[in-house]
């Protein structure tokens, strides 16, 4: 059973045009959120958490929006580049110390 | 900061033959690793969370003898993959967590990508 849903599976934008990527989950023992990039070949990397008590985070062109009562969240990237194409995993870790993982979303960005 | 590393970065071994994977925090204690496997174009599968001193906890459907985890120190936690065949090739991605700095975050390593002839 996945435990945390993400779509949608790929994703085209236009260069400076806005990316969004969604997830969804119904374990409301999650309490941790984060997003990470992964390139081919490369091990993920952090780009934004979010902790459940606030509804939007920023960090640059990479924006986290939560809905705690949707239990959704979702990660907004502006101005998109094409050195932003790449594979993004959402992710909610719960109190027993496990993450789990959504399918990933690969985004294509054109120049 | 919150640097890991993976050693090697790929590996081609043959069938029947042991491969081990270092995996070592760079600039703080790991109290706690992770060891993931990716398949092209997949999400990352947890395969066994191991605590620093202790024994590895494995998911389910891991074969515990197959992949054999030892987290010695702070710093480091290796994976064998014992007797490989050809459907062990994956890419293998640890990641760490300094549990007792109370950070909730886990950081990922480069990962390692194993080629089974």
């Known amino acids: 059973q996945q435990q945390v849903k993400q779509s949608p599976q790929s994703l085209i934008v236009q260069k400076g045009g806005i990316s969004i990527i969604n997830c969804a989950y119904e374990n409301t023992a999650f309490d941790y959120f984060p997003w990470y990039q992964q390139f081919p070949g490369k091990g993920p990397a952090l780009l934004i958490a979010i902790r459940p008590d606030v509804s939007e985070k920023k960090e640059g062109r990479f924006t986290i929006s939560f809905n705690k009562s949707a239990k959704q969240f979702s990660l907004h990237i502006m101005d998109s580049q094409p050195g932003d194409s790449a594979t993004y995993f959402c992710?909610?870790?719960?109190?027993?110390?496990?993450?789990?993982f959504g399918t990933g979303t690969s985004l294509t960005v054109i120049p | 900061g919150a640097v890991v590393s993976q050693h090697p970065s790929r590996v081609i071994c043959k069938s029947g033959t042991s491969v081990k994977i270092e995996c070592r925090s760079l600039d703080f204690q790991a109290t706690t690793m992770f060891w993931y496997r990716q398949f092209p174009k997949q999400s990352l599968m947890l395969m066994a969370t191991?605590?620093?001193?202790?024994?590895?906890?494995?998911e389910q459907g891991v074969e515990k003898d197959k992949f054999l985890i030892n987290h010695a120190s702070l710093t480091l936690s290796t994976l064998t993959v014992t007797s490989a065949h050809p459907e062990d090739s994956s890419f293998y991605i640890c990641?760490?967590?300094?549990?007792?700095?109370?950070?909730?975050?886990?950081?990922f390593g480069p990962g390692t990508r194993l080629t089974v002839t």
């Open positions: 191991s605590n620093e001193g202790s024994k590895a906890t494995y």
């Open positions: 992710a909610a870790l719960n109190t027993g110390n496990q993450f789990y």
């Open positions: 990641s760490a967590r300094d549990v007792q700095g109370h950070s909730y975050e886990q950081y």
